[in-house]
T-cell receptor
C-alpha cells in the first residue's frame, strides 16, 4: 500500500517558469515531510523539509506547501533552471520510530 | 556535514557468488541506517532498516537470508547479496540518520550487475 504518492511521473517546464510538484499521503500520523532530488546513478540529496506544525517553508527558489486537511504537499521551484532537471521524491516520516516513506518520484525536465 | 559513502560504486559478479556493499557515515554517528533498491525508472524501494547493534528489520517481500544486513558500528552498515542472480542486478542505495534527526542522508549508490 503506497502511503505516499506522486501522481505525476513527469513534468516539463520552460526555463524561468514555475515548477510545481505534487505529493499526496494517506497516513495522518506523518508529521514531517521532505523533498529529495535525485540525478541518475546517484543517491538522493536532501532539498527541503517541512514540519506538520507549519504550512509553508521557503529556501531560496524552493518552497514547500503543506495542506494537512487535504493530506497534500507541493514543491514550488521559481524560477526553474535547466540544472533543476532531475527526479524529485517526496518523503514522509512519523516520529514514532523510523517510518520513512518515499513517493514514486516525478521526473522534472526544465527546457532551456 | 552528514556525508555518507558507499563502496563499491559499481560491482559486477557472477551468478551464484556473494557480494558485499559497505555504507559508511563519514562525519556523524548513524544510529539508524536504511537500505534501498531502485529499479530503472522506478521509485526507491525500502529493503530494510537497521539500528546499530540490533538485527535489521526487513520490509515485506525482502528475503532476509538473501540480503544480509549488518550494522555493527555507528558508522558502518553492510549489505551482502548472497548467491546473487541476474534478477538481483539493481542500484542499491543506503542512507543514514542520527537519533535526533528526521532527515536521512543518502550514499551515492552502488550499481550491482550479476552476469
Amino acid at each position: 500500500d503506497q502511503q505516499v504518492k506522486q501522481n505525476s511521473p513527469s513534468l516539463s517546464v520552460q526555463e524561468g517558469r514555475i515548477s510545481i510538484l505534487n505529493c499526496d499521503y494517506t497516513n495522518s500520523m506523518f508529521d514531517y515531510f521532505l523533498w529529495y532530488k535525485k540525478y541518475p546513478a546517484e543517491g538522493p540529496t536532501f532539498l527541503i523539509s517541512i514540519s506538520s506544525i507549519k504550512d509553508k517553508n521557503e529556501d531560496g527558489r524552493f518552497t514547500v506547501f503543506l495542506n494537512k486537511s487535504a493530506k497534500h504537499l507541493s514543491l514550488h521551484i521559481v524560477p526553474s533552471q535547466p540544472g533543476d532537471s532531475a527526479v524529485y521524491f517526496c518523503a514522509a516520516s512519523a516520529w514514532t520510530g523510523n517510518q520513512f516513506y518515499f513517493g514514486t518520484g516525478t521526473s522534472l525536465t526544465v527546457i532551456p | 556535514g552528514a556525508v555518507v559513502s558507499q563502496h563499491p560504486s559499481w560491482v559486477i559478479c557472477k551468478s551464484g557468488t556473494s557480494v558485499k556493499i559497505e555504507c559508511r557515515s563519514l562525519d556523524f554517528q548513524a544510529t539508524t541506517m536504511f537500505w534501498y533498491r531502485q529499479f530503472p525508472k522506478q521509485s526507491l524501494m525500502l529493503m530494510a532498516t537497521s539500528n546499530e547493534g540490533s538485527k535489521a528489520t526487513y520490509e515485506q517481500g525482502v528475503e532476509k537470508d538473501k540480503f544480509l544486513i549488518n550494522h555493527a558500528s555507528l558508522t558502518l552498515s553492510t549489505l551482502t547479496v548472497t548467491s546473487a542472480h541476474p534478477e538481483d542486478s539493481s542500484f542499491y542505495i543506503c542512507s543514514a540518520k542520527y537519533r535526533a534527526s528526521y532527515e536521512q542522508y543518502f550514499g551515492p549508490g552502488t550499481r550491482l550487475t550479476v552476469t
